[in-house]
Nanobody, 117 residues
């Protein structure tokens, strides 16, 4: 079982940048597809970006060209670089891991991102 801990959230002005990081422990990192999701009160959690164990990436249309997901298997980390942030990006961001063998899914505790002037 993998444990996930996010960091890097905070308050940023529109147009600014933030970098989220997720550290994984307790299991072999390369056996997981990794993703970032976000959720605002009253709405369903939505996929922001995903990176498969082999490195293929997927992005929500709303963040394409602004966000970049990356992983470092040697350090067991996944990062989300967020540029040109908008107020609509305000949410709690969650790190997600999906075991490629069992399809079990794991979540971090979430980190708040607020985009406001």
């Amino acid at each position: 079982q993998v444990q996930l801990v996010e960091s890097g959230g905070g308050l940023v002005q529109p147009g600014g940048s933030l970098r989220l990081s997720c550290a994984a422990s307790g299991s072999i990192f390369s056996r997981y597809h990794m993703g970032w999701y976000r959720q605002v009160p009253g709405k369903q959690r939505e996929l922001v970006a995903r990176i498969r164990s082999g490195g293929t990436t997927t992005y929500a249309d709303s963040v394409k060209g602004r966000f970049t997901i990356s992983r470092d298997n040697a350090k067991s980390t996944v990062a989300l670089q967020m540029n040109s942030l908008k107020p609509a990006d305000t949410a709690v961001y969650y790190c997600n891991a999906e075991d490629i063998y069992t399809t079990n899914v794991y979540w971090g505790q979430g980190t708040q991102v607020t985009v406001s002037s």
